[in-house]
């Protein structure tokens, strides 16, 4: 081997260890790329009343306070807007993954919503189940029961990812509090609110509660609304359904939200009556 | 729903002070403030007054070291006859004693009496601190301090001591408290002293100030007393002396160096003489036999060479009535779980377990640090009876369920086994999590201990904690006590 040869040799061996350090690098920049909230706040320098300003940021998650540059926003506060964009279509393109509903004993049936783009033009189809969904609830649900307990993906698969490990452990030590007792609960894929109706009819429940994903926005991709109807039915009208909403971890405590949800459903049963006629 | 909004209950507040008592009555208006759409949330939306007593010079026995007990509660049945009001109707609501009728022999005997027979939830307080906080937010100081951007001051000057309260933004800085006051000294209209009270003594001594009763005092001597009497105050109260546990004219602080201070608020009987004429002789000075006409302008004239801005009260003389009757009760979060066979229950003393999000995550961690709480507490009580307190878990601002469930399962056999026979647990919780961590317990206790537990309640170490009846089957108005002292 000459000189050259030998130089050329370990320039080649230089690179090699520089591109297995890469390698190891990558795992060191994919963590650098998981922003927390204090990575992606900014503030406004020198502000003449600190103390006004995070009172006015603690009342709100919208993006006031952020600070500019010129007559425009940061950098910054312009990729996270971009980012909670794409969360917000991410939730709703999403889907639920077997393994949770597995976990959790949720069989699944479908709506007539087709594909998700049907399902965002045609809200109507997302209300009525399939006929082999009327038949599947049929044979494996309990008739009539006390509480019928129904998940359904909505317009944020995520919201449902995120939520329901804490929510419905949660409601079903509620059931067990107010002494309840729950039928065969099951999953709602192109669910809309108003497909607790269609179940409604098959079942017969006493009420039921529907843990469905809401719209997404731009504050969070992950909000989850609990609606819950006493004898729902055909003709059933909004007025008569109860809903907390914003259940996340950033707004309505999952936790606390799946405690109440028991506290109402008694309410509804003892009362009769849900929605504006129920007495909270 | 609506049928709940704008509900009333009605409180009272009783302040048994130096020179006077006095008795209100008023309604606290509830109402929903969350929408239809998220978890209940009540607030107290108004705060009226519907009945004034008139001022009523505080019973002593003769030898003036004891409360007249009997002549009080006539005159306060007499009270509740002309309100219109039934003890059994009052549903919130504080007795306070103040200034140096607190140190007076039967004075917690007979403020706990009072606090049981004047309704179904009002407390007994005591405290210079406590005293200074109450009137702060009868005076209006409080109010004020969340609408400027500055330090608010409210200084209440009674007939035996001086309570300072500072607020910024309406939080709470700290406490302070002088022994300055009207009564301290007493004298006829001849100048001749018939009363020097035992507080104020070794700091006439101290600069050397010879008083004696029966003695004869000029105008111009009697105007330097108090003179340096008020220099001394504000002095301390801006910072140019500091703050010393021997300093005679402190009573008790719970600062240790006072925050700079933009504006004050004169409250108390001294705050309502501010409006007359100021006294040019022993004669003017002793109208009420004290020196509280003299100490009224003294004060306001040194507050001025220190430059700082005066505010008028909006309450003076029953500020901290006004602040006892209707702004000691709080309402608690909506979903919570009690057991209202337990309520009220009174003074509980605060055990405090911080966790982080992450931390409580930890089952080792979580473990150790309960039992740890646990342990101390029961070191710290022994001897007492296990008398009931309330376990406040703080710094989490989410977690899930089932970490949750570890929590519960960790707290009821901890407490369980260190306290066996207390038949309730009481847990106060920062956030909105109270009903589900009730349910927990109440799942885990299997009914044998009564679970208690609610939430956006603020409290702190030391403080101590009454929780009322159930208001709408929802909430509970609850009454935070804070002690903080650093000498008393």
């Known amino acids: 081997m000459n000189q050259a040869d030998i130089q050329q040799e370990k320039l080649i061996m230089e690179l090699q260890t520089k591109i297995s350090d890469k390698i190891i690098d990558k795992d060191e920049d994919e ?10 706040s900014t503030y406004v320098p020198n502000p003449k009343f600190p103390e006004g300003i995070d009172e006015l940021r ?14 425009r926003p940061l950098t910054k506060t312009i990729l996270k807007l971009q980012l909670d964009h794409a969360a917000a279509v991410d939730a709703v393109n999403g ?11 949720l069989f699944t049936v479908e709506t007539c919503y087709e594909n998700k783009e049907v399902y965002l033009k045609r809200p109507d189809k997302g209300r009525v189940l399939t006929e082999e969904a009327v038949k599947m609830i049929q044979e494996k649900c309990v008739k009539n029961p006390q509480v019928q307990i129904v998940v359904s993906d909505g317009l944020s698969a995520s919201a449902i990812e995120a939520n329901l490990r804490d929510i419905y452990p949660a409601l079903l030590d509620a ?13 709602v894929k192109g669910g809309r609110v108003a497909c607790m109706d269609h179940i409604g009819e098959i079942l017969q429940p006493e009420v039921l509660v529907l843990l469905i994903g809401e719209r997404p926005g731009l504050v969070s991709a992950n909000s989850m609304s609990a609606y819950m109807c006493y004898r729902p039915r ?23 939200a799946g405690a109440y949800i028991g506290t109402i459903l008694r309410k509804m049963i003892d009362q009769k009556a849900s929605g504006l006629h129920l007495e909270l | 729903m609506s049928r709940v909004e704008g509900q009333s209950i009605i409180s009272v507040g009783i302040d048994i002070g130096t020179s006077t008592t006095k008795f209100i009555v008023s309604h606290l208006k509830y109402a929903k403030v969350s929408s239809h759409f998220s978890l209940p949330r009540y607030e107290i939306v108004e705060r009226k007054i519907v009945y004034e007593s008139p001022m009523y010079l505080t019973p002593l026995k003769e030898k003036r070291d004891e409360i007249d007990l009997k002549t009080l509660t006539g005159w306060l049945e007499e009270q509740y006859k002309k309100a219109g009001v039934n003890v059994s109707e009052v549903k919130s609501g504080a007795v306070i004693i103040t200034g140096e009728t607190a140190t007076k022999k039967n004075a917690e005997s007979i403020l706990h009496y009072l606090a049981e027979k004047s309704g179904d939830f009002v407390v007994a307080i005591a405290g210079a601190s406590l005293e200074a906080l109450l009137a702060g937010k009868g005076s209006g100081a409080f109010l004020r301090s969340k609408e400027v951007k500055g330090t608010v001051a409210n200084i209440d000057i009674g007939g035996g001591t001086a309570n300072v309260v500072l607020f910024r933004r309406g939080k709470v800085l700290g406490t302070i408290t002088y022994h300055v006051g009207g009564r301290l000294i007493e004298l006829d209209q001849n100048g001749e002293i018939t009363f020097i009270s035992p507080s104020i003594e070794p700091w006439l001594h101290s600069k050397n100030y010879r008083l004696e009763v029966k003695k004869k005092i000029c105008f111009k001597e009697m105007q330097q007393i108090v003179q340096e009497m008020c220099k001394d105050m504000l002095n301390s109260l801006t910072g140019q002396k500091l703050i010393r546990l021997d300093d ?23 705050g309502q003489l501010l409006e007359k004429e100021a006294p040019k002789t022993i004669y003017d000075t002793a109208v009420y036999g004290d020196i509280g006409p003299l100490l009224a302008h003294e004060v306001v004239k040194e507050i001025e060479n220190c430059s700082l801005k005066l505010i008028k009260a909006t309450q003076t003389s029953r500020a901290t009535v006004i602040g006892a009757g209707m702004q000691s009760a709080e309402i608690s979060g909506a979903t919570i779980h009690v057991a209202p066979s337990r309520l009220p229950i009174r003074n509980l003393p605060i055990m405090m377990i911080e966790l982080d999000n992450e931390q409580i995550k930890n089952r080792d961690y979580v473990y150790e640090q309960i039992k740890h709480a646990m342990i101390e507490w029961k070191q710290y009580f022994q001897g007492e009876q296990e008398i009931p307190f309330a376990i406040h878990i703080r710094g989490i601002s989410y977690c899930s369920y089932a970490v949750l469930k570890e929590v519960a399962k960790i707290l009821f056999s901890l ?29 885990q206790s299997n009914n044998k201990v009564d679970i208690i537990s609610i939430d956006q309640v603020v409290v702190e170490q030391g403080d101590y904690i009454d929780i009322g009846e159930t208001i709408n089957q929802s909430m509970v108005p609850v009454v935070i006590k804070t002690l903080a002292f650093m000498k008393n």
């Open chain 1, 234 to 256: 055909k003709g059933t009208i909004e007025s008569e359904r109860t809903v907390i909403s914003n259940i996340h971890s950033g707004g309505t405590l999952p936790v606390e």
């Open chain 2, 415 to 443: 407490y369980e086994k260190y306290f066996p026979r207390n038949p309730v647990l009481v847990v106060i919780c920062e956030n909105d999590i109270a009903k589900a961590l009730g349910q927990l317990l109440v799942l």
């Open chain 1, 31 to 40: 963590k650098s790329f998981h922003y927390t909230v204090v990575d992606w």
């Open chain 1, 58 to 71: 603690k009342v709100t998650p919208a993006r006031i306070g952020v600070w500019r540059t010129g007559t």
């Open chain 1, 95 to 105: 889907e639920v993954s077997d393994s949770l509903l597995k976990e959790f004993n």
């Open chain 1, 175 to 187: 059931l067990e509090v107010n002494g309840l007792t729950q039928g065969t609960p099951f999953f």
């Open chain 2, 248 to 270: 005679s004219l402190i009573h008790s602080t719970s600062f240790q160096v006072i925050p700079p201070i933009d504006e004050v608020m004169i409250s108390g009987g001294i």
